[in-house]
């Protein structure tokens, strides 16, 4: 358990340490300000909590889906640390999230680092606010459409509900449906068989979601108000921002309008601020000051829309200046702009109302007092003031490395990740637009700490290349070494990139192949464990085979990947007809050529285990959990099937013979006890499957099995039962010319793949670990 831990915390020790800075800093912030902080929006919060009155200026998802419930658990100060685990949560998530694409671990952890470690992030976690609730669920819709690929219906509905729920929260993602939509409609990993019409369905079931949860908060406020709407305040959101460039003279203003129209000069206006204009008609003094009769939030609306029609691009050129401000490379403040204070730690405790007040909230939900430590107070407004936060420009340079994935530049075209990457960015640019809209503060580009990050880390992914999913392979301190000595071989042996430019470059069969592919099925990603087949002419038993694939075992789930080999009958049409995904590459290679395509397209679309078996139905697939636990339990790398050590239906003498001699040729070869070399239903890592050269268009098996034990990794046999096949016949040919050729491959690969071997401790043995033959009567 130990050694576990320790292989985990040094395989992921960058990202280790930033969970360790932001958890530390999380401490500071609950030492300094206790209970919690305050804000003027935090006492409409906890008015409301009991009543859930929806026709205040915030929304009430905030006081029903975590106030309310954790306030009745705790107090206030259980309240904000809840938010800080949350805010851990999500840094959590984003990692393992963009390793799942395929990021490359540091890529991945730096992308973590703006919600672990960034001080206006922190100060809002402490705040009784509703922000780091949006926060999570737009971090939790994107998890949700992309984790287990494009989703289906059902997963689209849920997903609609989420972002639905986020406008329940903070109005400002009422418009996160739209980018949601269009990545269910461009990713296009849905059943190949069901194409355009599946895709339509899923976005239709997302926005159908989205709309009915907000249709049935929308009658709520219309129970309590008599008006169906998701807020009563918009009229004055829209107001602040027509108000200070409204042109009042100029306008064909109502009398009602015209008393709602600024008297000051529009200059005096702008430094006034839209927040000034937002709040200034709800004020008390100037409410009592209106006609009784004066519906004061409908004549600003109608107000604002005329401004709006009448004096359309000043209005357009404030919302570009405010989203323009967000990526600003320090935290400045604009002439009326929000205090950028509010959101800053102060060395005493900020109190935006008396103290009296204050003091009221804290003794209803908590002990009635409030304390500062003004050293860790102090420490905390020094970082934050000082670089502790995410620069606006690096944000925005994030953003364009996005988009420049999103339309395809470098790798990105056949990356898989185009649409996957335009989901957070355009969630982002949405989110923070809406906010630009209405006023630029600080607080609104809270969002873009979560997304953006994501959106840049998968664009640079998409555009160098996927990290292979891999295991740690290094047992001791020596493994650097090794590792070192394995580099040196590098123009031997290319690594994973080296190898797709390679590919890309010279073969246009794999091209053609990989392109057809993304036609049919875009960006969708593979399932945990993917089951690969290389197919050329099996239409007869190809159908039975694939109906006999299980959709989980060992607790993941399960995709099956048919690599059609330039087949003449229609084996790709049996394949789709059975829902398998399938490759079809236009020219007959052989097996190897064809696995490892299927290898290479596995392991960039997100597969952890790869499993291969034949289509001829020599295998029982039944037997798969025994080739998938070894893997799981971190005991191989690398598992294959011994009909030596099971049991044999084909009756030919010399193959029998033949499996004998290999087995005892790569003992010698390698130093490992090899009992059948040859055996066709395996199991690998992703990293195994393509971290060994393969060259050979035929007779892959032997070639992988060399490799894999050559290169240190731990190979288990396990019995299992060799079938004589359903249908069709072998295509290897004559029994000798066939040896003569397997006995070609097996040395060639030896002679190539020699090279130092795999630091390992004494504890740890690296190699084959071959299972007993079962007693009988237990298989």
Same mark, same amino acid.
């Given at each position: 358990m130990i050694r576990t831990l320790l292989r985990l915390l040094g395989r992921h020790w960058l990202m280790a340490l930033l969970v360790l800075g932001g958890i530390g800093l999380r401490v500071v912030v609950e030492l300094a300000y206790r209970p919690a902080l305050l804000y003027i929006d935090s006492f409409r919060y906890l008015q409301n909590l009991g009543v859930f009155f929806p026709g205040g200026i915030n929304p009430i998802g905030y006081e029903l889906l975590l106030l309310g419930p954790v306030l009745l658990l705790g107090d206030l100060g259980l309240v904000v640390l809840v938010q800080h685990l949350l805010g851990l949560a999500m840094a959590i998530a984003i990692y393992a999230l963009l390793l799942r694409l395929g990021a490359r671990r540091w890529i991945a952890a730096l992308a973590a680092a703006p919600v672990l470690l960034d001080a206006y992030q922190l100060q809002i976690e402490h705040l009784i606010m509703s922000d780091l609730l949006f926060q999570v669920l737009l971090l939790a819709a994107v998890l949700l459409l992309v984790w287990r690929g494009t989703p289906g219906p059902r997963l689209a509905v849920v997903a609609g509900v989420v972002l639905a729920v986020s406008v329940i929260v903070r109005l400002v993602g009422v418009a996160l449906v739209v980018p949601a939509a269009v990545f269910v409609l461009l990713a296009a990993g849905l059943r190949p068989r069901d194409g355009w019409k599946r895709r339509w369905l899923s976005a239709g079931a997302l926005a159908g979601g989205f709309v009915a949860i907000l249709f049935g908060y929308a009658m709520y406020h219309m129970a309590w108000t008599g008006v169906p709407a998701l807020s009563t305040s918009t009229g004055s959101i829209l107001y602040g921002r027509t108000a200070v460039v409204a042109e009042c003279a100029e306008l064909d203003l109502t009398p009602e309008q015209q008393r709602v129209c600024p008297d000051e000069p529009i200059p005096q206006r702008k430094l006034n601020g839209i927040d000034y204009y937002v709040h200034y008609f709800h004020n008390e003094d100037n409410v009592e000051a209106l006609p009784e009769d004066f519906n004061y939030s409908a004549v600003q609306h109608s107000f604002a829309m005329k401004v709006i029609l009448n004096q359309p691009l000043d209005v357009i050129g404030g919302v570009l200046r405010d989203f323009a401000k967000g990526f600003?490379?320090?935290?400045?403040?604009?002439?009326?702009?929000?205090?950028?204070?509010?959101?800053?730690?102060?060395?005493?405790?900020?109190?935006?109302?008396?103290?009296?007040?204050?003091?009221?909230?804290?003794?209803?939900?908590?002990?009635?007092?409030?304390?500062?430590?003004?050293?860790?107070?102090?420490?905390?407004?020094?970082?934050?003031?000082? @670089?502790?936060?995410?620069?606006?420009? =690096?944000?925005?340079?994030? $953003? /364009?490395? %996005? !988009?420049? &994935? *999103?339309?395809? #530049? @470098?790798?990105?075209?056949?990356?898989? =990740?185009?649409?996957?990457? $335009? /989901?957070? %960015? !355009?969630? &982002? *640019?949405?989110? #923070?637009?809406?906010?630009?809209?209405?006023?630029?503060?600080?607080?609104?580009? /809270?969002?873009?700490?979560?997304?953006?990050?994501?959106?840049?880390?998968?664009?640079?992914?998409?555009?160098?290349?996927?990290?292979?999913?891999?295991?740690?392979?290094?047992?001791?301190?020596?493994?650097?070494?090794?590792?070192?000595e394995e580099n040196t071989m590098s123009s031997t042996v290319p690594d994973e990139a080296d190898r797709s430019d390679e590919v890309d470059r010279s073969d246009e069969v794999d091209r053609a192949a990989l392109d057809g592919y993304a036609e049919r099925y875009g960006d969708r990603r593979f399932a945990p464990v993917v089951v690969l087949i290389a197919a050329y002419n099996e239409q007869e038993a190809l159908g039975g085979v694939l109906d006999g694939m299980p959709a989980t075992s060992c607790g993941l789930d399960v995709d099956t990947l048919v690599m059609v080999?330039?087949?003449?009958?229609?084996?790709?049409?049996?394949?789709?007809?059975?829902?398998?995904?399938?490759?079809?590459?236009?020219?007959?290679?052989?097996?190897?050529?064809?696995?490892?395509?299927?290898?290479?397209?596995?392991?960039?679309?997100?597969?952890?285990?790869?499993?291969?078996?034949?289509?001829?139905?020599?295998?029982?697939?039944?037997?798969?959990?025994?080739?998938?636990?070894?893997?799981?339990?971190?005991?191989?790398?690398?598992?294959?099937?011994?009909?030596?050590?099971?049991?044999?239906?084909?009756p030919h003498w010399l193959r029998r013979m033949g499996t004998y001699v290999f087995a005892w040729l790569v003992s010698v070869l390698t130093g490992q006890h090899i009992t059948d070399t040859s055996f066709g239903f395996r199991a690998m890592t992703a990293e195994v499957a393509t971290a060994v050269r393969l060259e050979q268009p035929q007779y892959q098996s032997s070639e992988l099995l060399v490799g894999v034990l050559a290169r240190g990794y731990r190979v288990r046999e396990t019995p299992m039962t060799m079938h004589e096949r359903i249908a069709g016949h072998s295509k290897k040919g004559n029994n000798l010319f066939y040896g003569y050729r397997y006995a070609k491959v097996v040395l060639g690969t030896w002679l190539r793949e020699r090279r130092p071997r795999r630091s390992t401790s004494s504890s740890t043995p690296v190699g084959t670990v071959t299972e007993p033959a079962p007693a009988a009567g237990e298989r």
């Open positions: 600003a490379p320090t935290r400045t403040q604009s002439p009326g702009d929000v205090p950028l204070s509010r959101w800053q730690f102060q060395t005493e405790y900020p109190m935006y109302d008396d103290p009296w007040y204050v003091v009221e909230w804290l003794e209803l939900y908590d002990d009635g007092t409030y304390e500062v430590n003004e050293d860790l107070a102090g420490f905390l407004r020094a970082y934050q003031l000082h @670089g502790g936060y995410t620069s606006g420009t =690096l944000l925005g340079a994030a $953003l /364009l490395v %996005a !988009g420049a &994935a *999103v339309l395809g #530049l @470098g790798r990105a075209r056949r990356s898989g =990740l185009r649409a996957v990457c $335009l /989901l957070p %960015a !355009g969630m &982002a *640019v949405t989110v #923070l637009a809406t906010a630009a809209a209405l006023e630029f503060s600080w607080r609104y580009q /809270l969002p873009g700490l979560v997304l953006i990050p994501i959106a840049g880390a998968l664009g640079i992914t998409a555009m160098t290349g996927r990290r292979s999913p891999d295991r740690e392979t290094t047992r001791d301190t020596a493994a650097s070494t090794a590792t070192q080999d330039g087949a003449t009958d229609d084996t790709a049409a049996v394949a789709l007809a059975h829902g398998a995904q399938t490759c079809v590459a236009p020219t007959n290679r052989g097996q190897g050529a064809a696995l490892r395509l299927g290898y290479r397209l596995a392991a960039e679309r997100g597969a952890q285990y790869v499993v291969t078996t034949d289509a001829d139905g020599q295998y029982d697939i039944a037997e798969l959990p025994a080739l998938l636990q070894p893997l799981l339990d971190d005991e191989a790398d690398f598992v294959t099937g011994s009909r030596r050590l099971g049991s044999n239906e084909n």
